[in-house]
């Protein structure tokens, strides 16, 4: 067993493993199963988790050696961080206009159809520096990692041509590069069609220019489409993801948002990584999910910033199959939220999802949606070392006690990227 051990943590009330037990997402009974272990600990060493479990366990496969750090979490709940799959963090503005008008009455469409929603976040990327954007999105996912978020996905799509798209794309590399945060990039230049030109005209540019450019600077994992009424038909949708397929990219379909237009099922045949939002999904989505591996990625604070009363079916998907994941949807507009812990509280208080099935939504399923799942998402030796203690007895009081954000420390790679000073003098824990 190992010499040398960096970090060793102790003392966890509630460790929340997310232990998989296999390499796919997890459905059904496993999904409700957090692998919650009383009195655990976690040994790290090079940045990897080299034991996690039971404290005695942890101490016997490390053997008698000094640790280089250590954390007494105190009785404290320690988890794997947030893996969030779905975000739209790289933008130049909030549009906190609009929350009020959908309010008022407006639709996500209406709004849309007056040059409003992802249109005028376009209009604003085309003019911000890259070196603002930059700056403002770092500080945006610096606060996801506060919250406890170790590993975020961010798409393109506000930039709809060419230089804009990879001027986001970069800024998006450029977060990997200078936060302690994993950074998977999507591009979704078909995130919407641009002003000014003939919707053929852009598809064609999207196939032909974009998308070889982005494949050939290596800029992207992934590529997203926005398969809805008045955005991408279906058929659209089939030919950029084609084309994306050709290049190498894993896909990605936003369908079943507004209007299900049968994106989930195109999703699935064409073997999609995930699919997300499906708030109106329908029962043959639904069956077409339930038999396959695309990981149904759910985003109940849009439909939360959206003021909407429809949640996508999480336990009919749940019951029948499906492979579900949590996502902020982080983005200006429909989503304004970038907390996971309250897309958690949403998905258990309006979607009925225990707060179990939550969390394992919310990590492991969630990597599963990005690919990442033999990376991070669950605490298992050989996986990075990212994981947090938060300063309740209970892991169901971060969902229960939402609104407040209850991260003590937040650790990626086994270094600690972040602390709240004086946590523990104010801890109810333990008292
Ligand atoms: O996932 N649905 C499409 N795209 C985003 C919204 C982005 C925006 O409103 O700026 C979403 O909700
Ligand atoms: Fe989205």
Redesign the pocket.
């Known amino acids: 067993m190992p010499r040398t051990v960096d970090l060793l943590l102790l003392g966890a009330g509630q460790l929340i493993t997310c232990r998989s037990g296999g390499h796919g997402p997890r459905r059904g009974a496993a999904l409700a199963d957090p692998g919650l272990v009383r009195g655990g600990a976690i040994a790290v060493a090079g940045g990897r988790i080299l034991a996690a479990g039971a404290e005695d366990e942890v101490r016997e496969a490390v053997g008698k050696v000094e640790a280089a750090r250590t954390i007494d979490a105190g009785g404290r709940v320690v988890m794997p961080g947030w893996v969030d799959p779905?975000t739209?963090a790289v933008?130049a503005a909030f549009?906190a206009d609009?929350y009020e008008a959908r309010i008022r009455g407006d639709s996500?469409l209406d709004i849309?159809r007056r040059g409003g929603?992802?249109r005028?976040?376009v209009r604003e990327l085309r003019e911000i520096g890259e070196d603002r954007l930059f700056e403002i999105s770092r500080r945006r996912i610096m606060r996801m990692l506060e919250q406890g978020v170790t590993t975020v996905e961010i798409?393109s799509?506000?930039g709809l041509d060419l230089e804009s798209e990879l001027k986001q794309l970069r800024v998006i590399a450029r977060l990997g590069r200078e936060t302690p945060l994993d950074v998977v990039a999507t591009f979704?230049g078909a995130?919407?069609k641009p002003a000014g030109i003939p919707a053929e005209e852009y598809l064609r540019i999207l196939v032909d220019e974009m998308m070889p450019a982005v494949a050939d600077k290596g800029l992207a994992r992934f590529v997203d489409v926005?398969c809805?009424q008045g955005?991408f038909d279906l058929e659209e949708t089939r030919k950029v993801l084609e084309a994306a397929r050709r290049l190498g990219f894993a896909l990605k379909v936003?369908a079943d948002?507004?209007v299900a237009l049968g994106g989930t099922e195109l999703a699935v045949k064409m073997h999609a990584v995930s699919v997300?939002?499906l708030t109106k999904v329908t029962g043959t989505g639904i069956a077409a999910l339930a038999g396959s591996g695309t990981v149904a990625v759910l985003?109940p604070a849009?439909s939360f910033?959206?003021a909407s009363r429809q949640f996508a079916p999480a336990r009919r998907l749940i019951e029948e199959g499906a492979a579900v994941a949590l996502s902020t949807?982080f983005?200006?507009?429909?989503?304004p939220s970038s907390s996971m812990p309250l897309t958690v509280a949403i998905a258990c208080s309006q979607m009925s999802m225990t707060p179990a099935e939550a969390v394992t939504a919310a990590t492991y399923n969630a990597a599963c949606a990005i690919g990442m799942q033999d990376e991070v998402g669950s605490l298992e030796a050989g996986k990075k070392a990212d994981f947090v203690v938060y300063d309740v007895e209970d892991y169901r009081e971060i969902p229960s006690r939402a609104g407040e954000n209850h991260a003590a420390v937040v650790i990626k790679e086994g270094a600690v990227a972040w602390e709240r000073a004086g946590y523990r003098e104010r801890s109810e824990v333990g008292l």
């Open positions: 779905h739209h933008f549009r609009e996500y849309d929603g992802i005028r976040s798409k799509g506000y979704m995130h919407h926005f809805e955005v936003h948002e507004i997300e939002h985003l849009t910033g959206l949807d983005n200006p507009g429909s989503a």
